[in-house]
């Protein structure tokens, strides 16, 4: 049962344009909501997180908007730079020290 | 801020042996690290989750006999890999909170273990 879905497996961007990245969820108990972004061989890499008592956070060029109602969240990326380019994990869990649950990670390439 | 480290990166045992993989917070304490192992082109998965002083929770599925974990202290947990099998080969990675209230995870560098 996957209850964290990231359901397109690979995104192209061009640099310099909106990168977007999607991820839904079915567990409504999930109240804490976090991006990762990882290398091959490397461990993940934390970018930004989203509580669910808000609808947007941002960071930089990274920003987290998360629709309760849907069950869904995506991470903007604006401007895509080539460095970008690695697997993006969404993650989820539901409560402070709680395990997380990842989606099966997009693999985004930014071209030139 | 928020670094884990892990020991070693890179391992290559034979059958039957048993491999230690360190996992430590650098530069804050961690109540409780999580261990996840990730399979080639595969998400990763929760193996156990370790509390400093207390016995780890581990997942269905996964043999707390063959994965040892002890977190005996605030900046260390171990996972032993007891009576590796070639099946055993996968990339481990350790994660840490920040000891009270977070949300968030940070990962170690992950060990890739090659068992021949």
């Known amino acids: 049962d996957q209850q964290v879905k990231q359901n397109s497996p690979s995104l192209s961007v061009q640099e310099g344009r909106i990168s977007i990245l999607n991820c839904d969820y079915t567990n409504s108990m999930f109240d804490y909501f976090l991006w990762y972004k990882k290398y091959p061989a490397e461990g993940p890499t934390f970018l930004i997180s989203i509580s669910s008592i808000k609808d947007k956070n941002e960071d930089g060029r990274f920003t987290v908007f998360l629709n309760k109602s849907a069950k869904h969240l995506s991470l903007h990326i604006v401007p895509s730079q080539p460095g970008d380019s690695a697997v993006y994990f969404c993650a989820a869990n539901t409560g402070t020290a709680s395990k997380l649950t990842f989606g099966t990670g997009t693999r985004l390439q930014v071209t030139l | 801020g928020a670094v884990v480290s892990q020991h070693p990166s890179r391992v290559i045992c034979k059958s039957g042996t048993s491999v230690k993989i360190e996992c430590r917070s650098l530069?804050?304490?961690?109540?409780?690290m999580f261990w996840y192992r990730q399979f080639p082109k595969q998400s990763l998965m929760l193996m156990a989750t370790?509390?400093?002083?207390?016995?780890?929770?581990?997942e269905q599925g996964v043999e707390k006999d063959k994965f040892l974990i002890n977190h005996a202290s605030l900046t260390l947990s171990t996972l032993t890999v007891t009576s590796a099998h070639p099946e055993d080969s996968s990339f481990y990675i350790c994660?840490?909170?920040?000891?009270?209230?977070?949300?968030?995870?940070?990962f170690g560098p992950g060990t890739r273990l090659t068992v021949t």
């Open positions: 530069d804050f304490q961690a109540t409780t």
């Open positions: 994660s840490a909170t920040v000891s009270g209230s977070s949300y968030e995870q940070y």
């Open positions: 370790s509390n400093e002083g207390s016995k780890a929770t581990y």
